[in-house]
């Protein structure tokens, strides 16, 4: 099998993809599971080895990331039958503002919520995002989830402890309190501005509602709020207060980042390591939701809630369970390895060039960690020769790696079905911003590499 060949034909199978999800209505699963068929098939895996990527993307990310997609969006359809996410709106709404309110919500996910896995912060935030949109004028579902989108990617990448940001740090031999700081120093003017764009873009009409939204679920079932788990909720005299509401799951993420400290400082402390791993620390969050929900608008209603939640974690569970399974038959096929062989480290444009291998490393294996980490490893040679801070190649890298996030990404599809777009919808809204803040972020990182050396 010729490398020209497997190029080609991972280039159809995910134009292939995408054509039959929105041109066709070919629902994502069929359509992922089609796509990494053949892949695998053509590409010289073979029949074992193409069942073997297919069932064991599937199980790898399950186990990864599925009890905390479960433990979130059980937690999420708790606190939207209790009103707590409306209550939270109102108050978001009336101390920054509409208009300040993208640009907050962006900045805030890039920067201080970084300690929060990735996933987690997609399930806990898509709802909220989602309700202020409803709020905020014209066209405010798309900026809202677009400023989301681009706060969480840009951090993940640039702003320690984001995960992709430490793999880089520790590839490239970075000091922490550096990556820190110059990723600050990127990742909010980068953020800023492409929120801004996107803010331009979505208020001049790049948006069809009838096209890149779905209809908003209609629950008839009565209960002792007098709300649908997809609407406000009407919540009984004498209830609780807001930050009660948000206790346990502010308490599961406090967990969370001090279990991230934790790992940074390189200490470990058996019984809080075990409360601060992600899954624990979810269910922690969960169970205490449960207990104050069950409070704040009686046991039916908080039973219809978790059956709700449990009926929106299948289908979500299953969506990203088999864009691992493509991911996977992408990477057992030696994509990654083929890609690398073309690029040298001699370069008149060296940043340029990191941004561009990572770019394409992503466009064709779908994870941001690993083009941005094999970009970096391609051309982390050339700093010395040219004398460049090996910070600048990182954040080159993550900057590249953000370009076209698509059906081949796990968070595509937990965006979409947590926001209630179509997959038109989340082209516009994650793929398109993300990729306008990866452009940016170059743009940024060119000129201060030159200033500060």
């Known amino acids: 099998m010729t490398d020209t060949l497997i190029l080609l034909n991972t280039a159809f199978a995910i134009l292939a993809a995408v054509l039959m999800i929105i041109r066709f209505r070919v629902n994502p699963v ?7 068929s053949y892949l695998g098939m053509t590409s010289g895996l073979g029949v074992d080895g193409t069942i073997e990527a297919i ?14 997609i479960a433990f979130g969006v059980l937690a999420g359809s708790l606190l939207q039958r209790s009103g707590a996410i409306e209550r939270l709106i109102e108050v978001l709404l009336h101390r920054i503002g509409p208009k300040r309110m993208p640009y907050a919500l962006s900045v805030s996910l890039a920067t201080i919520l970084q300690s929060i896995f990735l996933d987690v912060l997609v399930v806990i935030v898509a709802p909220l995002a989602r309700g202020l949109g409803a709020r905020i004028g014209k066209a405010g579902t798309p900026r809202m989830i677009s400023a989301m989108a681009i706060g969480m990617e840009v951090g993940v990448v640039m702003v320690v402890p984001g995960i992709a940001t430490l793999a880089l740090a520790g590839v490239l031999g970075v000091p ?14 980068t953020t800023v501005i492409s929120v801004a764009i996107m803010q331009f873009v979505f208020r001049r009409g790049w948006w069809d509602e009838t096209k890149d939204e779905q209809p908003a679920p209609v629950d008839t079932e009565p209960s002792e709020t007098g709300g649908g788990a997809g609407t406000a909720t009407k919540v009984r005299t004498g209830r609780p207060a807001l930050i009660l509401l948000f206790a346990p799951v502010l308490v599961a993420l406090a967990l969370i980042a001090t279990g991230a400290i934790l790992d940074i ?12 791993e992600p899954v624990i620390a979810l269910l922690v969050g969960l169970i205490g939701t449960i207990l104050v929900t069950r409070r704040a608008v ?4 908080m039973d219809e809630a978790l059956r709700t939640g449990f009926r929106e974690s299948g289908q979500i569970l299953i969506l990203n369970g088999v864009g691992g399974s493509l991911a996977l038959t992408i990477k057992n096929i030696g994509l990654g390895e083929i890609l690398g062989q073309h690029f040298s480290a001699s370069t008149a444009f060296p940043l340029l060039m990191v941004w561009v291998v990572a770019a394409i490393l992503h466009v064709a294996v779908g994870s941001v960690s690993i083009s941005a980490i094999t970009a970096a490893g391609i051309l982390a040679p050339l700093a010395p020769v040219i004398g460049l801070d090996t910070v600048w190649i990182a954040l080159a890298a993550g900057a590249g790696s953000l370009f ?3 059906v081949t990404s796990n968070t595509f599809w937990l965006l979409q079905s947590l926001t209630g777009l179509t997959t038109r919808g989340t082209l516009k809204t ?8 990866s452009v940016v972020a170059i743009a940024v990182i060119i000129p201060l590499s030159m200033v500060l050396g």
């Open 55 to 68: 069932t064991k993307g599937f199980g790898d990310l399950m186990a990864e990331i599925g009890l905390l």
């Open 404 to 406: 076209a996030i698509h």
């Open 298 to 301: 009686g046991k039916t209603a």
């Open 30 to 36: 069929i359509a992922l599971l089609l796509s990494a």
């Open 430 to 437: 994650f793929s398109g911003s993300v990729s306008v803040a």
């Open 176 to 189: 922490l309190g550096t990556m820190l700081l110059l990723g600050l120093l990127v990742a909010v003017p």
């Open 265 to 276: 400082a390189e200490v470990e402390i058996a019984p809080l390591s075990f409360v601060c």
